[in-house]
Nanobody, 120 residues
Framework: QVQLVESGGGLVQAGGSLRLSCAASGSVFSIVAMGWYRQAPGKQRELVASITRDGIPTSGPSVTGRFTISRDNAKNTTYLQMNSLKPEDTAVYYC??????????????WGQGTQVTVSL
């Protein structure tokens, strides 16, 4: 079982910055990847960014060049630095962990979500 604790959401003006953190704890064989999805009201959940254990990042097209994902493997923590925020970035941001269990199966764990609101 893995527990995810997210922090760093809040209200910011357009053009501002926020940094989200997600710390994973619990017992798994290994964490394959960590990342963030977001969901705005009335919209589908979309990938924001993810990063593998080896540090290879992927980001969605709407945030490329503005958001940067990183991770600290020793702390099982991922960070999302969000710069040049726009009102359309307003959403609930969910952390996830792609875990390899001791059984050999893969499983996705999700955080409770943190609200990011960008005002004009």
């Amino acid at each position: 079982q893995v527990q995810l604790v997210e922090s760093g959401g809040g209200l910011v003006q357009a053009g501002g910055s926020l940094r989200l953190s997600c710390a994973a704890s619990g017992s798994v064989f290994s964490i394959v990847a960590m990342g963030w999805y977001r969901q705005a009201p009335g919209k589908q959940r979309e990938l924001v960014a993810s990063i593998t254990r080896d540090g290879i990042p992927t980001s969605g097209p709407s945030v490329t060049g503005r958001f940067t994902i990183s991770r600290d493997n020793a702390k099982n923590t991922t960070y999302l630095q969000m710069n040049s925020l726009k009102p359309e970035d307003t959403a609930v941001y969910y952390c996830y962990v792609d875990a390899l269990l001791r059984s050999g199966f893969r499983y996705d764990y999700w955080g409770q979500g943190t609200q990011v609101t960008v005002s004009l």
